[in-house]
């Protein structure tokens, strides 16, 4: 996919927090809409595309899900002017300080975008035991310049606030800046979607952008409850090697995308996946999920009586900060690994879905 | 589809008891390794010991065995039971080389009960240990912390190359019988595992007995959500073990946190932090144990969980309630229960499931 | 148009909030409240969990399937241990706060009294005890002639108090709710919808009854109405809503975002019909909204909240011109049909 990187940094340059993913949705939307069948959104925000398997129906079907939304921050009230920030997702609050936004203000009925910064009071402003230490994020303060009755104008609670660091391509194909986590996936998927283009497949598949996976993975649940997938993959975003960051937990940026074993995921599916890549020679590395996968996985497998599923992880550094850093090589790999494996799944893959071999 | 025994103990109205060959099964289940998300050797166990007493049986997409005993007869209430397969342990998740390997939880383990403990990886049981750094090169400042997980390894000898990470694990603890106790890692919860066994084997015939063996208990009660949702119930209970802390207290007062206490029987859940029991359901089976004279207690209300708290909110509700052993030394090395309460908890369940008629649901919650 | 029912919603609110129901023990409470909804309804049905479903209304063209949820139980404590003294030891049902224990008046589910005492007679600012360290004095004097036994339920025992704008007792938390769905329901006229006024059990513990019951109704669109808190007592932690500035239409709490169509459904009618409202971010909670949310292949939630100071204390203290704006614009919503 040769405009990879602006597609992706057209994604991660729209607003799409948590619950309000409508500006990425649409940007998706058009993207997928000439490679899918049929293209609609799920009742809490998802948008749920489908690509017709050309085996006799019914079809046994594959979910792939990356969700689409971002963390960020909400105004909970204002004070002389300044707004008053909570977390949307998680949020380290100590990387805030001096963090430039954007406020998403929608007060007197128009939505208009205010340019600020998060600040952290001076010392005799705080709390003694934030004078020197970090500051909480109650004790945070959003500045956007303006006097305190053009803010009383313009925003209200619940207004959202975003990170406003733009793209930055970095040395050695990768790229930096927020939300990359998980809209890199996305991507991943998208790659996916366009290498099926050229292939067929006997399966469904139901390329799934997800809402809300950072407050509760209320998209996944509701997605595949509704659409009940054979099978589910889910595509997100892992540690990759980096300061701070290089213990079993941390893979290298670069060499490619990893596949997870543990209880959130069928060993079979893990199987299988493994050996398309082997057979696709695309490196990989085996992530160990020893319980919580911390992704959309974990509400997938518990969906109804249960869908076998599967993690594949996209390296990533600085993950939940404004300069988040892929490698764009690590997207592309995801992305023909997905193609191959629906490609390769047949009328007797469930056959192989067993817990003990 | 089974192969049916012509005439079923049930049938004779002979009592499940508790034997040498029952003793035998726990030890074989005990001693078995299967850390949640890895079931497969007790699974296989429970797959071969139900065989032929089942109409159906199947497992499912998370690994959870769900059969079912049909009852004979028109009105019979679905009851679903579960216990899980599944026990708290490790999984490797580096190697750092001549036999190291670094290692994660699975499950609630207390980090001070590892350092010092001979360990079982794997299916093949491979042994290793888990040591720390000797008293000689600690200070006493360094003695007041816990020894930190990130620091411990288990070490299975510089010439292995059996074992690798992703594989898992637990103590490497044998059963044996000791007096009146029972003495066994993993007593949570296979002890609910062999007494689900032995109520399928006799079954009564006034119920359709829908058995769950549940995987992943403990990182989330997920294969009981799944397995109720598929069954659908009239009703639920969890056949589990829970702590009993009956020890002494450091300052000699009385110990009044003890949950439940050896050698009183079984104990049935009025609430724990998973769910507020069916009270329908408590009075049945207080009523089963006044009635023929079982010993029983309640399990203090208070923290904790179990498959019940998955149970009663699948699907638009399903009134559920809880039976345990109580056991000592929970999700530790060593396990103590007595014989005595488990004999009494099957004679409960299945005395309780014998009386059971749908007119037991035939007034509201309350 | 403005509907007051002055001191007959008052006395409503006094004879919901001075029931005894601690979670999963609502049967007093849905008595009190089938009593009030019956005639109102289409049908009424209690399912599993003990919810009390009134139905009004079928889905017309123009109408949607909507859930309304108000919870029935209240907090409450339950007996862990009687002492060989007769003290009664307890944990808590729900979010029972140390700070607002001792001395406080709870009574049992078999009519016995008590008083809450604490291990330590003093304490400092930055030591609480935690429940462990309590008991309940039933005036026992041994294990023998102590009324109450393991797995006994109490709650709160005191009596709503009418301040005139202000109103104050225990369980407002969520009777109030209660007594807006109650009184939706009976000055609602006709409705394209088809709704389901749920009564709830067990939120205090998580939802629970919000769960089963919203698989069961299986909705398009779910609003609880439930407390919120304030930030507007001394030294308060900061939070924009304040009582008798109106009810609060909330944006996210701390385990759901509600839908923005509802939020704006909710914001715009309010507007349009003169309702004060206030817009609510609470950090720290949330309500059936969330459970009803995530059922199924998911539903539009939101919720409407009553300012609430004190909340989990047994004096809980809201503004009754919020209660009836509540009910003014919970009227207005139904009436007509949705639109974002």
């Not at chain 2, 589809?1 to 008891?17: E, F, H, Q, Y």
């Not at chain 2, 070490?155 to 637990?170: E, L």
Request: proline share 6%; charged share 20%; with cysteine.
């Amino acid at each position: 996919m040769t405009e990879l990187i602006p597609f992706l940094k057209d994604l991660i340059s729209a607003p799409g927090l948590s619950g309000y993913e409508d500006p990425v949705t649409k940007i998706i939307e058009d993207k997928w809409r000439p490679l899918v069948n049929e293209i609609s959104r799920g009742k809490t925000g998802s948008l749920q595309g489908l690509r017709h398997g050309t085996g006799e129906a019914p079809r046994p079907s594959v979910m792939v899900a990356t969700h689409m939304d971002a963390i960020g921050l909400m105004v909970t009230g204002i004070t002389e002017g300044f707004l008053r920030i909570s977390e949307v997702g998680g949020v380290d609050a100590r990387i805030l300080p001096g963090t430039p936004v954007n406020v998403f203000s929608t007060g007197a009925g128009v939505a208009k975008v205010l340019h600020g910064l998060v600040t952290q009071p001076s010392a005799p402003l705080l709390p003694e035991q934030e004078r020197d230490g970090p500051v909480a994020l109650g004790n945070l303060l959003v500045d956007t310049g303006l006097l305190p009755r053009q803010v009383t104008e313009l925003v209200r609670t619940g207004d959202l606030v975003s990170f406003a660091q733009s793209p930055v391509e970095l040395s050695g194909e990768t790229l930096s800046g927020h939300s990359l986590d998980n809209r890199a996936s996305v991507g991943a998927l998208t790659v996916c979607l366009e290498e099926l283009q050229t292939r067929t497949h006997s399966w469904d598949v139901w390329a799934v952008a997800t809402s809300q996976e950072e407050v509760g993975l209320l998209g996944a649940s509701s997605s595949t409850y509704q659409i009940h997938p054979t099978i589910a993959i889910v595509v997100d975003v892992t540690f990759a090697k980096g300061p701070g960051t290089s213990d079993w937990q941390a893979f290298p940026l670069g060499k490619g995308p990893t596949i997870a074993m543990g209880p959130n995921m069928h060993p079979a599916l893990h199987k299988a996946m493994q050996g398309m890549a082997d057979s696709l020679e695309l490196p990989y590395a085996l992530e160990f999920s020893p319980s919580h996968s911390g992704t959309d996985g974990w509400a997938t497998q518990v969906s109804a009586e249960g869908i076998p599923t599967l993690v594949v992880g996209i390296p990533l550094r600085y993950m939940h900060m404004p300069v988040e850093v892929v490698a764009i090589k690590d997207i592309q790999r995801a992305g023909r690994l997905l193609a191959g494996f629906i490609s390769s799944l047949g009328p007797d893959f469930m056959e192989k879905m067993v817990w003990d071999k | 589809m089974g192969i049916r025994n012509p005439v079923l103990a049930s049938d004779k109205g002979i009592m499940p008891t508790i034997g040498n060959q029952q003793i035998k099964l726990l030890e074989r289940l005990c001693n078995a390794i299967a850390i949640s998300g890895d079931e497969g050797e007790v699974r296989a166990i429970v797959l071969e010991e139900i065989k032929g007493h089942v109409d159906e049986v199947r497992v499912d997409a998370l690994g959870n065995v769900l059969a079912v005993k049909k009852g004979t007869g028109k009105k019979t209430l679905r009851v679903m039971l579960s216990a899980h397969m599944d026990e708290v342990g490790f999984m490797l998740v580096a190697d750092d080389g001549e036999g190291l390997f670094r290692f994660e939880l699975v499950g609630g383990i207390d980090i001070r009960q590892l350092p010092g403990k001979a360990v079982l990886i794997g299916r093949d049981h491979v042994p290793g240990v888990i040591g720390a750094r000797p008293i000689h090169l600690t200070s006493r400042e360094e003695r007041q912390e816990k020894i930190p997980l990130d620091t411990l390894r288990i070490d299975t000898g510089p010439g292995n190359s059996k074992v690798k990470p992703g594989d898992r694990g637990t103590f490497a603890t044998r059963f044996q019988q000791s007096g009146p106790s029972l003495m066994a890692k993993s007593l949570d919860d296979r002890l609910g595992v062999v007494t689900l066994i032995e109520l399928i084997k006799h079954a009564p015939a006034g119920i359709d007995l829908q058995a769950a063996f549940t995987v992943q208990e403990e990182i989330g009660l997920r294969g009981a959500k799944v397995a109720t949702y598929a069954f659908n119930p009239d009703i639920g209970i969890a056949l589990d073990a829970t702590p009993a802390n009956d020890l002494p207290s450091w300052d000699g007062l009385e110990n009044n946190t003890y949950n439940t206490k050896l050698g009183l029987g079984p104990a049935i859940y009025i609430a724990d932090s998973g769910i507020l029991s069916d009270p329908r359901l408590v009075r049945w089976l207080v009523e089963t144990a006044d009635s023929r004279k079982i010993p029983y207690q309640f399990r203090q209300p208070g923290g904790g969980r179990n498959d019940a708290g998955a149970m009663h909110l699948a699907q638009a509700g399903i009134p559920s309630v809880s039976v345990s052993v109580p056991h000592r030394y929970s999700h530790t090395a060593i396990s103590v229960a007595r014989l005595e309460d488990w004999k009494n908890s099957l004679a409960l369940l299945q005395a309780a499931l014998t009386r059971l008629t749908p007119e037991l649901l035939a007034s509201e919650r309350a | 148009m403005s509907l007051h029912h002055g001191e007959n919603m008052k006395s409503l609110i006094q004879k919901l909030t001075e029931t005894f129901s601690p979670s999963g023990y609502e049967s007093a409470i849905r008595d009190v409240i089938r009593a009030e909804v019956e005639a109102l309804a289409d049908d009424v049905r209690v399912d599993t969990l003990g919810n009390l479903i009134a139905r009004k209304g079928e889905k017309g063209k123009t109408g949607r399937r909507i859930m309304l949820a108000a919870h029935m139980d209240e907090i409450g404590l339950i007996a862990t241990h009687i002492d060989a003294n007769g003290f009664v030891r307890f944990t808590g049902i729900g979010g029972i706060q140390p700070h607002s224990l001792v001395g406080g008046r709870v009574h049992f589910a078999n009519g016995s009294p008590g008083v809450v005492g604490a291990e330590q007679a003093d304490f400092s600012a930055t030591k609480m005890p935690a429940l462990s360290e309590y008991f309940i004095d039933v005036g026992a004097t041994s294990l023998k002639d102590c009324p109450v036994k393991i797995g006994d339920v109490a709650a709160f025992q005191r009596p709503f108090l009418d301040l005139g704008r202000r109103l104050v007792a225990k369980s407002m938390d969520d009777r109030i709710g209660c007594a807006v769905l109650i009184e939706t329901l009976h000055t609602l006229g006709s409705t394209p919808h088809e709704l389901y006024f749920a009564f709830t059990t067990q939120e205090e513990v998580g939802t629970r009854g919000a769960i089963t019951s919203a698989f069961g109704i299986d909705p398009d669109i779910g609003l609880a109405v439930d407390v919120t808190l304030t930030g507007d007592t001394p030294k308060s932690k900061s939070m924009a809503v304040s009582l008798g500035k109106g009810p609060a239409i909330k944006v996210k709490d701390s385990g759901m975002l509600a839908d923005q169509r509802i939020v704006e459904w909710m914001c715009s009618t309010a507007k349009k019909r003169r309702i004060p409202y206030q817009r609510e971010v609470l950090e720290g909670g949330t309500t059936d909204a969330r459970a009803i949310q995530m059922t199924r292949s998911g539903v539009l939630a939101g919720c409407l909240s009553i300012p609430c100071r004190y909340v989990h204390t047994p004096s809980e203290l809201v503004d009754y011109e919020d209660v009836q704006n509540a009910v003014n614009l919970m009227v207005a919503l139904l009436s007509a049909p949705v639109h974002w």
